[in-house]
């Protein structure tokens, strides 16, 4: 089994990660409705506030970060110290939607909330299973991967593998 260094924690479901050349990452955390960024010593900061439920992050052509948000569908379930989405919480939803942040200047706003007329929203990430509904990501974990060093992303914290093998 594979020795691996918390490199940060507290973190409310991150998701999305992306490796930086400067060695730092920048995330989402759904349930903290922010835009990350883990420094290579471990620090955090947050680059914006998300409304909603920001779940995907990517890098643009123009250097702006383009978000997935859900729109804040899912409630908050703790279980056995672990973090998931739980059901659809419809006092919090503000609709799906694709958004761009600004890096330079923080500007963060809306590029899409439907689509032909039909508005963006999230999907329940779910499997019937004997009639009951079973969350599906209930294992999420994301591998990118820089150098020599695998990261793995697991419900609150930032996990480094320094030999680079997470086999098990």
Known sequence: MAEFTEVASGLKFPEGPIARPDGSIVLVEMFGKRITCIASDGST??????????????????GALYICNNGGSFTEVDFLGLTFPGPFSP?????????RLDPATGELRDLYTECNGNPLRAERHRLRHRGRHVVHRSRHSSWPQRGP??????????????RGDLSE
Do not use: M
């Open 91 to 99: 006092e919090n939803y503000i609709g799906g939607r694709i958004q």
């Open 45 to 62: 900061s947050t680059l914006a506030e998300v409304p909603g439920g920001p779940n995907g992050i990517a890098y643009g052509p123009d």
């Open 149 to 162: 060093h695998r990261y793995l992303l697991r419900k609150d914290r930032w996990l480094v593998d320094h």
